[in-house]
């Protein structure tokens, strides 16, 4: 089953060109995203809603991180993220209008769905989006978009995150066209997703300058995840990968949050990861990444345009494909899985069934 690949996980990385691809094609018509994709009663809750709640846990929460950027930044549509875990067991307020979407691989995971329960009664609708048809959370959601991502057999969760961002993308275009979307804008982001499946595919050629790069973190006890606006959770969902399958503890932080303590932390011991694509913050974390180079610590800067960010003593810098800015946060994570994957096979972990782990966490 796992076909040429030594880990179903590897297997799942590679299969993430055409998986995004399913999770939007069949969704796109006249290259507008057709909102019955949804369910039936979609345009009638859409049409109600006022802001989001996105609950989830894990990798499919940093997926709602970035939902957030998306949700507020393109569309202007109020949203709040939360784990699980800390939503259910505090008094929330839920304000009129509040869409919920729960967003799970598995759809059983038991603090997600604790909380899509918990608040039935006080929401205007719920939003499911899953990966796995027939499950708790699809069942009992008014509306569900499938990621169709196919079976996910590996514990570290891929492909089902990379097609969570599409659908969330698309969520956000159909409930953004109710308010500051418009139709052109529309048209640009689904010609940009086109462009996805080949970027994805370009990303993966990268395996082996990667698998050279694992090496400098296989003996290393700690390494730090940078990263700025939707490439903040990016650099989340890549520390949370190292950590699950390497085990070698890794922290994420917003790249400008550097200052404000991290940095003591650095030192030759502490490689660097930071995800620098082409865009407005460049200039910003730039000056960042001479502060972690001027303590000796190793950096590793994946980033869209290699002429703005010299390599130097202790920088390595890894060029991505040139982009769409908004399909950023789901190709840079590409190379973090890869990452991972290749630390973990040199450190001789058990990549697919790390341990202490189960795939779906249906107790609390
Ligand atoms: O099935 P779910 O998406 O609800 O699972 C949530 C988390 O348990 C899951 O993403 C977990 O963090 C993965 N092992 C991450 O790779």
Redesign the pocket.
Known sequence: EKGKFKHFMMKEIYEQPTVTLAAFQDRIQDALVNERAFGEQAAAIFDQVKQIQII???????AGLIAKYWMEGLAGIPCHVEVASEYRYRPVVIQEGTLFIS???????AD?LAALRDVKDQILASLTI???PGSS?VRESDLCLMTNAGPEI?????K??TT?LVCLLLTTLVIGRRFKITEALEHQIVESMMLLPALIEESLQMDSDIELMSQAFAEKQHSLFLGRGTLYPIAMEGA??LK?ISYIHAEAYPAGELKHGPLALVDKDMPVVTVAPRNDMLDKLKANLQEVSARGGELFVFAGCTQKVQPGEGIHVLGMPDMPEILEPIVYTIPLQLLSYHVAVLKGTDVDQ?RN?A???TVE
Do not use: D, R
Not at 56 to 62: D, M, V
Not at 103 to 109: C, D, L, R
Not at 154 to 158: D, F, I, L, N, Y
């Open positions: 989830a846990c894990g990798t499919s929460y940093h967003i799970s691989q598995s759809g059983e995971t997600t899953c990966n796995v959370l590996g514990v570290a969760s891929t089902a995150f969570q949370l990968k699950e790390p782990l795939k779906s966490v």
